[in-house]
């Protein structure tokens, strides 16, 4: 992911009301670690593939890997 991306997230992180971070796959583990220095970490959750046969729910960043589907949808409080 880019640096400009990452920026971008890390920027709006410090920014009132919830955030979504779409097609999340590429930047999990930059995300994961943005959120945790910026206190975000525990008001965060991830859906993988929703509607699909495959669907995951995270409700724990704890349990993300750090690479996940194309189709990832992180809702951040």
């Keep these: 992911m880019s640096k400009g991306v990452l920026y971008g997230v890390r920027r ?10 779409m097609k999340a796959r590429r930047s999990l583990a930059d995300t994961k670690r ?8 525990d008001g965060a959750e991830l859906v993988e593939d929703c509607r699909l046969p495959g669907e995951r729910l995270y409700r ?5 890997p750090d690479r996940g589907s194309y189709f990832s949808t992180m809702v951040v409080r």
């Design 12 to 21: 709006a992180i410090g920014w009132p009301g919830t955030k979504v971070v």
């Design 34 to 41: 943005i959120l945790h220095e910026e206190g975000s970490f």
């Design 60 to 64: 724990s960043l704890d349990d993300v």
